[in-house]
């Protein structure tokens, strides 16, 4: 296994307490303290913690803001490459154009030789740069004529920081702001989201994301959508039917409490979700391939797949914004080549399937996924078989209606003072394309919303100081 820096994922959720605190000095993730409700939602084997449940009405305005949700909404699926991966492996920069041969040879002996070349493919748009073999996933849909990939091969911000919490904050906010309180997806669903419709925004874990961190509405975090069941603990059969009847009955009664309100808000919408989604508990698994690995990830893209196909009276689940991390983790400071290898092929390959997937249900049109990680690796590798925490990386956006192509340019391996100097002064590589600009494409052309007011320092378009925005669909 590889070694990784020291507890280097903490700012994840805990279940009811909102998002820790973390390491003295780093900025709070965007969520800290966002209240956590239950929601049961059966038919679909549904276990959901919604955050910002304080905005939730009554079970009536529940029941009337799902009726009036419910339908195909263009949907953004982030999946975050937890740790930093290393976009140079990812993308390796030997190809048929030997332009960085030297320099990569000198930079990354052992890395370089830990991947075999004669798998690795050249990448079309810029063929110095070469797939790994184990993102054949991603070489697959880059080769597919339904299916758009857009590579950022150096991606970033100015002024890169080297701090896993601060660099990922800073993705996750949309935002060089270290006092952000909200995701660069929750604004957007604060924006055009229902205060009553938790499912608009879904983190695939136990855990909220905090890219989905709201101010006004609710958003939910769903773990399994098969092994939950809405059971009584100790009692089975009639006693159980005798017992949901008894919740329905109550929920349907208003007290005049607050708190027992909203206790009977969340139990009445439950059931009231069990009896409009009786009919869609059955929507079929998948007829495609997935990679067989034991993984939280492929089993969450079968998830989320089942739910944007799921349909009601005609009508599609409100979700909009959905947030995964992908299989593994690429924090690879020593002994980097089998992990890595392992963890991009399961999650690039599962990737894959997921758009097959998508497609086989007649879905793939209404989804883009952004893949992404908090920063690249050195250029140089360590003494220890990995190499350390870097600056720009690479990210990929994809979908059907994504117009292919590269976003930014590679720019080289050469030193910093030199002509075309692809390397800052630090010897990390330089940043060619902004993410603050991706964000903004991705809201401006496929969601359809202006990104001012939700990246800060987007500007209107195209005024002068805003964002490069790359022409994704």
């Known amino acids: 296994m590889h070694r990784h820096c ?27 303290g966002m209240s956590r409700r239950s929601m049961m939602l059966r038919s679909l084997g549904l276990g959901v913690a919604v955050y910002g449940a304080g905005a939730l009405g009554t079970t009536e305005h529940v029941e009337a803001a799902i009726n009036d949700a419910l339908g ?10 937890d740790g930093g991966w290393d976009a140079l492996s990812v993308l390796a920069p030997f190809g048929t154009d030997h332009t960085h041969e030297a320099n990569v040879a000198a930079l990354r002996p052992g890395l370089l030789g830990s991947i075999d070349r004669t798998l690795a493919t050249p990448l079309a748009a810029d063929p110095s740069l070469s797939w790994h073999p184990s993102a054949a996933g991603l070489r697959d849909l880059w080769n597919d004529p339904n299916v758009g990939v857009a590579v950022a091969p150096a991606v970033g911000y100015a002024t890169p920081n080297y701090s896993h919490f601060t660099s990922r904050h800073f993705w996750e906010v949309g935002a060089l702001d270290v006092n952000g309180t909200t995701g660069w997806m929750g604004r957007y669903l604060d924006r055009v989201g229902r205060p009553d419709v938790p499912l608009q925004g879904l983190t695939m874990g136990s855990a909220l994301s905090p890219t989905l961190a709201t101010a006004n509405v609710p958003v939910a975090a769903v773990f399994d959508i098969d092994r939950y069941t809405y059971s009584y603990v100790g009692a089975s059969g009639r006693v159980t039917d005798v017992a949901t009847a008894q919740l329905r009955a109550l929920a349907a009664k208003a007290s005049g409490d607050t708190q027992r309100d909203q206790s009977r808000m969340v139990t009445g919408s439950s059931f009231q979700l069990v009896q409009d989604l009786a009919g869609t ?10 990679p067989t690995d034991p993984s939280y990830f492929v089993d969450s893209l079968k998830d989320v797949a089942r739910l944007l196909a799921t349909n009601v009276s005609g009508a599609y689940l409100p979700v909009r914004c959905v947030a995964l991390r992908g299989h593994g983790g690429f924090d690879t400071h020593s002994d980097e080549a089998a992990s890595f290898a392992d963890n991009l092929r399961i999650t690039t390959q599962g990737i894959k399937a997921f758009f097959a997937d ?25 003494g220890s078989g990995g190499c350390d925490h870097g600056a720009a990386g690479n990210a990929f956006v994809i979908g059907k209606t994504v117009r292919q192509g590269l976003i930014g340019e590679f720019p080289g391996l050469v030193k910093a003072g030199t002509t075309s100097a692809g390397l800052m002064t630090d010897g990390n590589l330089r940043a060619t394309s902004d993410f603050r600009g991706i964000y903004s494409a991705l809201l401006e052309q496929w969601l359809g919303t202006d990104a001012d007011g939700i990246i800060p320092g987007a500007g209107a378009r195209p005024g002068a100081g805003a964002f490069a925005r790359p022409q994704l669909v």
């Open 6 to 32: 020291h507890d280097y994922a903490r700012s994840y959720a805990s279940a009811g307490q909102g998002l820790p605190s973390i390491e003295p000095g780093m900025p709070l993730p965007a969520g800290t």
């Open 72 to 81: 195909e909404h263009k949907v953004v699926i982030s999946v975050f490459m």
């Open 281 to 290: 508990s059955a929507t079929p698994l998948p007829t495609v391939a997935y």
């Open 358 to 382: 998508l497609a086989a249900r007649g879905q793939d049109d209404r989804v883009v996924m952004l893949v992404w990680s908090e920063f690249g690796r050195r250029p140089a590798e360590n």
